[in-house]
């Protein structure tokens, strides 16, 4: 039985925006007008031996104090000379001595001993110096930036890919983009569609702040419920895209058909949930936000090593977050933590364990809005939609409630038996959960509307457990890397009688409230009926073939058995990968693959007549070809795909299992650092995702609804001269959508705007970054459409969110 945890009420003295614009301005003047010189001492001597290194870029006089401290090294100068400086990202290993000189490359300042063993700083002198003060001696070093840092515009360059394991992203034949934790904090990004609107390929969605986010898209797909999410790359069953992102590192997408990477599921793409894990130096830092409506925050980030070697380690995030959300009336309120540890047995063997709990109630919300010609729930066809209505107007009574939970629990072995050769075993259970009490709402254009309320809960469990063996042998002229494994996976579905009413008709012009027809929510702990059971034993391997310095070749295939107890089905099903890699250039890279994916048959929702109807398994087959490249402060992108998968759609009250969707399309980006002041981020995704094969050829031809032709994203950031300030704008623009099967109605397109601005200080001493965000500047009214879906919900209205975050 699952236990809630105690959620301690808090209030706000002030109004929330005024307390956050005093906060801002306080820390700025603070860091503006503080003025004692920054020492950073210790006892111990200069080490001479190297250590590794991993810091993100920022201001230059505190980055030099920290790794100086860490050190032992005295090191005292006036702040002023560092004023407005930034450091460079620093990765790599390097002496304490290495790391300081190269922060200093570019600053005109450089490093001198003092008489008394200390150091100082000066502005370069660029004539030879007197013997009687010598200088250091000059250190060359040349190293990465940080992965997924502002100075790299965001970039990545490797991620973990399914089963092939760590890879250089630029020699993968796949479209994958990761999203960095640098990225998710400066966007101050609380879901996953904060976190994706910078990139056209992902569908724009809501957010899970009034209800749940389920109408995430990649490519005009939406992802597999059973195993389209995870955590780490293990499964995990959910319904909506709604885990805390404070407790993720990144987050991984990869866009398109899983196939061999990742095993049966739709095509629609993976999303891998990254968890932080311990940091080799002591992190201390508090986060907190508040939104314009009173929605408060705060989180708390706490990491490092213990014993003797380092060899325990320790990752732990609190967050709490309260109050009003942007729709009138509503509210939100939501709890989770999560905690990682890793111990290091030997320096071939590693253990890592990880929890997370996390629970979200939100009230006010509904679950979607259905366009007819009479606002009557019993009317199902599709009619023309009624003009946008602005996001912070609350439609649905407020009494109604959407519930969730999250429960998962993770550990994995990672053993370098020989060199290049290396066994992994992981297994992590999960259990999520969500309770429902709203509405849907069936309006006409005129907004006369009628709503019919569900009252019920379901809880999914997951559990995988899979071994994998990646190795690399050289065969005369070729070399090769090897992958070899054996998953299992296990999903259950349960759920309470599913009860609705139908409310009484009304005006969206006028929203009334009325009484509750229930007594109480549906909780989790009810959910005990299963009525959904499937297993995957899957067999996988793959060779990479290295031919000379420029070719490779992928070779992979997933033999797996898919077993449905109430579906009474068992299949068993193949399915090849292939690739080929070339790279004329050794920062360009061109490939071709194909790949085929395995997954269960649709089930008929709760809203259909023949409700709970599970379909027959489906193959899907994608054919790509696409183009890399990247440098040290740059990435760019470009990818053509085909994809053809079984389609399923309602038509009436009966959902179906008809015919085949076709899509094709084109996706590029381009990350970009322009200087020293500029960043660049553009993303673009044309697609054309239609039906056929289709009964009588119906809907042969036909755009798939909820689905755009065009999508474009465009980001900039902007570091003003002088200053530790950043200011960063974003657009987007999401093309009409078909709104019923036949085409006849569309949802408009729309273009929203965001804006930002961060700024580095110091407060009593502590790093500080101070954040603001407006999303939907314009405050534009517009609709959110799902995948083949004819419902839509309003889009979030302008929202403006404060943060602060300390480093202690």
Do not use: C
């Not at 599921?265 to 993976?270: D, E, H, I, K, L």
């Amino acid at each position: 039985m699952f236990q809630r945890p105690h959620i301690e009420e808090f209030s706000f003295r002030r109004k929330p925006l005024v307390a956050a614009i005093s906060a801002l301005v306080f820390g700025m003047s603070l860091g503006v007008l503080s003025a004692p010189a920054l020492a950073a001492t210790a006892e111990a001597p200069a080490s001479s031996a190297a250590q590794l290194y991993k810091l993100p870029a920022g201001p230059l006089g505190r980055t030099l104090a920290t790794v100086a401290a860490g050190a032992g090294i005295s090191l005292v100068f006036e702040p002023a000379l560092a004023e407005g400086l930034r450091s460079p990202a620093l990765e790599g290993r390097f002496t304490a001595m290495a790391a300081l000189s190269k922060l200093l490359e570019g600053s005109g300042l450089e490093l001198v001993p003092r008489s008394d063993g200390s150091y100082s700083l000066r502005k370069l002198v660029l004539r030879p110096q007197s013997t009687s003060e010598p200088s250091l001696p000059a250190v060359t070093v040349r190293a990465q930036l940080a992965e997924g840092s502002e100075d790299r515009a965001y970039s990545v360059k490797s991620a973990k890919v399914g089963a092939l394991g760590d890879k250089s992203l630029q020699d993968t034949p796949f479209s994958i983009e990761v999203y960095s934790r640098e990225l998710i904090e400066n966007k101050q990004a609380r879901s996953l569609a904060d976190a994706t609107k910078g990139d056209a390929s992902v569908s724009l969605s809501n957010g899970n702040l009034t209800s749940e986010n389920n109408a995430v898209a990649i490519r005009g797909i939406a992802p597999d419920f059973y195993t389209g999410q995870r955590i780490d790359g293990l499964a995990t069953r959910s319904r909506a895209a709604d885990l805390p992102l404070e407790h993720f590192e990144s987050i991984d997408i990869l866009k398109g058909a899983g196939g061999f990477l990742y095993g049966f599921g739709a095509p629609g793409g993976v999303i891998n949930y990254v968890l932080k894990r311990p940091t080799e130096e002591p992190l201390r830092r508090l986060s907190t936000q508040v939104m314009d409506s009173g929605l408060g925050l705060v989180h708390g980030d706490f990491g490092g090593r213990l014993g003797e070697d380092k060899a325990f380690g320790y990752r732990l995030n609190l967050v709490h977050e309260e109050g009003e959300t942007y729709i009138n009336d509503g509210k939100s309120k939501r709890s989770s933590a999560s905690l990682t540890a890793d111990w290091r047995i030997r320096p071939d063997l590693l253990w890592r364990v990880d929890a997370l709990f996390a629970q979200h109630e939100r009230f006010g919300g509904y679950w979607a809005l259905s366009p007819n010609s009479n606002g009557v729930p019993t009317n199902t066809a599709v009619a023309q939609l009624l003009s946008p209505i602005d996001g912070s107007e609350r439609l649905a009574p407020s009494f109604t409630r959407y519930g969730s939970m999250h429960q998962s629990l993770g550990s994995d072995v990672a053993w370098t038996i020989v060199p290049d050769w290396r066994l992994s075993l992981a297994h992590r259970v999960s259990v999520n959960a969500r309770e429902f009490m709203a509405p849907a709402i069936y309006a006409d254009t005129q907004g006369h509307y009628s709503m019919r309320i569900w009252n019920y809960a379901n809880r999914f469990e997951s559990d995988q457990s899979q071994a994998m063996l990646n190795g690399k042998l050289v065969t005369g002229p070729v070399s090769h890397e090897l992958t070899a494994g054996v998953a299992r996976t296990q999903t259950l579905s349960f759920n309470t009688p599913a009860v609705s009413v139908y409310a009484p008709m009304g005006s969206l012009a006028s929203i009334q409230n009325f009484n509750n027809p229930y007594s109480s929510y549906v909780s989790y702990h009810d959910a005990r009926t299963e009525y959904d059971n499937i297993v995957r034993r899957e067999l996988f391997a793959s060779d990479t073939l290295h031919v000379g310095a420029d070719w490779d070749l992928i070779l992979g295939a997933r033999r797996g058995r898919l077993e449905d107890k109430y579906a009474a089905y068992k299949r068993s099903a193949t399915t090849p990968s292939l690739a080929v890699v070339f790279r004329p250039r050794p920062w360009l890279s061109t490939y071709a693959s194909y790949v085929e994916a395995f997954e269960e048959g649709a089930t008929a929702p709760t809203t259909a007549s023949n409700a709970g109807e599970v379909f027959e398994p489906l193959i899907s087959k994608q054919h790509e070809v696409g183009l890399k490249a990247e440098g040290d402060t740059w990435s760019a992108s470009t990818a053509l795909f085909r994809l053809q998968r079984g389609r399923t759609m309602t038509i009436g009250t009966t959902y179906s299992q008809d015919g085949e969707a076709l899509y094709k399309g084109l996706e590029a980006s381009l990350k970009k650092r322009l200087g020293t002041q500029w960043l660049l981020s553009s993303s673009a995704m044309w697609l054309d995702a239609s039906g056929r094969k289709t009964s009588g050829g119906l809907y042969d031809g036909k755009k798939i609804q909820g689905v755009a032709r065009t999508q474009l994203s465009n980001y900039v950031e902007y570091r003003v001269a002088g200053l530790p300030l950043t200011l960063s704008g974003g657009a987007r623009y999401i093309g009409k959508r078909p709104l019923d099967a036949n085409n006849q109605w569309n949802v408009g397109s729309v273009t929203l705007l965001d804006a930002g601005a961060r700024y580095e200080t110091e407060l009593a001493g502590y790093p500080t970054t101070l954040r603001l965000n407006i999303d939907n500047l314009a405050d534009k009214a517009y609709w959110v459409t799902a995948p083949e879906s004819s419902s839509v919900q309003q889009g979030a209205p302008r929202t403006i969110k404060l943060g602060m975050q300390v480093d202690f």
